[in-house]
């Protein structure tokens, strides 16, 4: 399955921004998907992950209430509601996927085996 990511930029402390993961190739909808995301100098960190039905999500804490993973398997696109977003959510995400199911365990990024590329999300204070 190949990954595509849009819909990082610039937003001010506070906005909102939906992320979208555009997936490709023979039954992308039987995949689990997730958001991790990388500021600089930081390690590669879990955000957000769905189930290929979409009905078990799992969240980080410090995005909980704030973020949302959702998918449509129709239009094979995975998106990330951001909402009241904090400068310390800045970092580059990146979407990935794994074939079979997820578990709340399943926050390291070698539990994913395809990745897209990332985008980038500002939030200025």
């Known amino acids: 399955v190949q990954l595509q990511a849009s819909g990082g930029g610039l937003v001010q402390a506070g906005g909102s921004l939906r992320l979208s993961c555009a997936a490709s190739?023979?039954?992308?909808?039987?995949?689990?998907m997730t958001w991790f995301r990388q500021a600089p100098g930081k390690e590669r960190e879990f955000v957000a992950s769905?189930?290929?039905?979409?009905?078990?999500?799992y969240y980080r804490e410090s995005v909980k209430g704030r973020f949302t993973i959702s998918r449509d398997n129709a239009k094979n696109t995975v998106y990330l509601q951001m909402n009241s977003l904090k400068p310390e959510d800045t970092a580059v995400y990146y979407c990935?996927?794994?074939?079979?199911?997820?578990?709340?365990?399943?926050?390291?990024?070698?539990?994913?085996?395809?990745w897209g590329q990332g985008t980038l999300v500002t939030v200025s204070s």
């Open positions: 990935a996927a794994r074939l079979g199911g997820i578990r709340a365990t399943m926050t390291d990024k070698t539990d994913f085996g395809y």
């Open positions: 190739g023979r039954t992308s909808s039987a995949y689990a």
């Open positions: 769905i189930s290929a039905t979409g009905y078990t999500a």
